[in-house]
T-cell receptor, first 119, second 114 residues
């Protein structure tokens, strides 16, 4: 079974630009969550999508947005990039909603991440 | 905001020794999970312990949970150089409207010296 796939793995942008990151979850997984990881703040929850609907959102400005398609693939977009947006963006999938123990173990399966550098 | 806080932030041990990492959290949880991250890579799930469980084992891993103290510990026995990684605890807490949210701590960086 293929794991979670994130593209691109690395990218460099300049301030003011926008970026779109893509995540393909494990086949059959319906929940996709996004996290931002920086040395200073650690892993910060961005949002969770389940059945094409945003179910949960972290404390990030509106410049951060996402969506999920009918095949569960997800994209996140960051507009008007700032230097502080430089980070490793991690996508994680699970069978059911985050933390739910109804149908699975509740664990998240992570991709390798997209490392964004903003100059 | 961080729910779980790991302690220590960094730990260096010799191969063959045991490594213990602790996690404290603030609110009631549904379950607590531990993950490992090798440098710059994605996280890998290690073990999950439910709020009504006190101890769980998986291979060389032992996790305990004390909900009265809102704390958990991860013990890795007979450590190997390959265990060198960052370890994160993640708490699943109710976030309203029938949903839970997994919140990660900042992690413990473990170095196992051969």
């Amino acid at each position: 079974k293929a794991g979670v796939t994130q593209t691109p793995r690395y990218l460099i942008k300049t301030r003011g630009q926008q970026v779109t990151l893509s995540c393909s979850p494990i086949s059959g997984h319906r929940s996709v969550s996004w996290y931002q990881q920086t040395p200073g703040q650690g892993l910060q929850f961005l949002f969770e999508y389940f059945s094409e609907t945003q179910r949960n959102k972290g404390n990030f400005p509106g410049r951060f947005s996402g969506r999920q398609f009918s095949n569960s693939r997800s994209e996140m977009n960051v507009s008007t990039l700032e230097l502080g947006d430089s980070a490793l963006y991690l996508c994680a999938s699970s069978l059911d909603r985050q933390g739910a123990l109804t149908k699975n173990t509740g664990e998240l399966f992570f991709g390798e991440g997209s490392r964004l550098t903003v100059l | 905001s961080q729910q779980g806080e790991e302690d220590p932030q960094a730990l260096s041990i010799q191969e063959g020794e045991n490594a213990t990492m602790n996690c404290s959290y603030k609110t009631s949880i549904n379950n607590l999970q531990w993950y490992r991250q090798n440098s710059g890579r994605g996280l890998v799930h290690l073990i999950l312990i439910r709020s009504n469980e006190r101890e769980k084992h998986s291979g060389r891993l032992r996790v305990t949970l004390d909900t009265s103290k809102k704390s958990s510990s991860l013990l890795i026995t007979a450590s190997r150089a390959a265990d060198t990684a960052s370890y994160f605890c993640a708490t699943a807490a109710y976030s309203g409207a029938g949903s839970y949210q997994l919140t990660f701590g900042k992690g413990t960086k473990l170095s196992v010296i051969p």
